[in-house]
């Protein structure tokens, strides 16, 4: 097979499979959502708790929104994302608004609603996940992310009836997750933390201690800034990169190469049919 005949079998190949995979992007306000409802697949009723719901005039600017009560079990509501979010996506940035439930009067002590993501059950012996959870520690508000015990504290004093974004960003080779909370016109805070590179299948909003927390506007962002197969780095996966792969094909790739210039994309030591798939699964992705 020449290298002419290797450009158009991938390039038709790529045609005819590629697709850009959706990104979520949750408002709680689609036909889906009912208010009085609770939440439709792919969310799950884990545990059989049912002390949650969809609401009216209670999300972000007046819109339907999540609503989770105290009564709720102790795992929170579960959603499941479609397709697993995986380190093959370069950088990733999930995002959700909260706005945390009201402390009794006197409280030392408690959480007041929060997000983790990862993946398994939501069990402390069997999930792998990270999280934010809204709290108060001894009498002192603040926002905790991962650590022994109580947590991280990131420095910041919520407050009641306030809208807070919450964001999980992945970095490139999803080794690390920067975890910040903005109130919004307000300044963020944040804390890096180590990740382990395994997928993220689910996202967790947090059942609060006392009266109830609201969350809105779930979105998954991919920020790659250069897609898998993009060998030429011009943003995108495209005919320009296929000609790189041609030009390698059945080519001996090392490191000394680099790779064959990365058109071994999966580094098996040679430029082949593997290779061939990986770009057609990313076809003309784009930063």
């Not at 795992?75 to 697993?84: E, I, K, L, S």
């Not at 974004?165 to 920067?178: G, K, P, R």
Request: glycine letters at 12%; hydrophobic letters at 40%; proline letters at 4%.
């Amino acid at each position: 097979m020449n290298r002419l005949t290797v450009v158009l079998a991938i390039g038709v190949f790529a045609l005819g499979t590629a697709a850009q995979a959706d990104l979520v992007n949750i408002d709680f306000d689609g036909p889906a959502y009912m208010a009085g409802q609770l939440p439709p697949e792919p969310w799950l009723q884990e545990y059989d708790g049912t002390d949650h719901s969809i609401e009216a005039e209670v999300g972000y600017e007046g819109t339907q929104g999540l609503v989770i009560t105290s009564a709720e079990n102790w795992a929170g509501v579960t959603y499941v994302f479609p397709a697993p979010l995986n380190s093959d996506m370069g950088a990733v940035k999930i995002s959700v608004l909260v706005n945390p439930a009201t402390p009794g009067s006197g409280d030392l002590f408690g959480s007041y609603g929060g997000i983790q993501v990862g993946r398994g059950q939501q069990r402390y012996d069997t999930a792998s996940y990270l999280g934010l959870i809204f709290r108060i520690n001894n009498g002192s508000r603040g926002v905790y992310g991962p650590g022994s015990m109580w947590g991280t504290n990131l420095g910041l004093s919520w407050s009641s009836g306030h809208w807070y974004e919450v964001a999980f960003e992945l970095s490139q080779d999803w080794q690390n997750m920067t975890i910040s909370v903005r109130p919004i016109g307000g300044q963020a805070v944040s804390g890096t933390f180590a990740w382990n590179g395994g997928e993220i299948t689910r996202l967790w909003a947090s059942t609060p201690n006392i009266n109830s927390a609201i969350y809105d506007n779930i979105v998954v962002t991919v920020e790659s800034q250069n897609p898998t197969g993009d060998l030429t780095g011009d943003g995108s996966v495209n005919l320009a990169d296929v000609a790189v792969v041609a030009q390698w094909w059945m080519a001996t790739c090392n490191a000394t190469n680099d790779w064959c210039e990365g058109a071994d994309l999966d580094q098996d030591g040679m430029v082949g049919i593997e290779d061939l798939l990986v770009l057609a699964r990313h076809w003309l992705a784009e930063m």
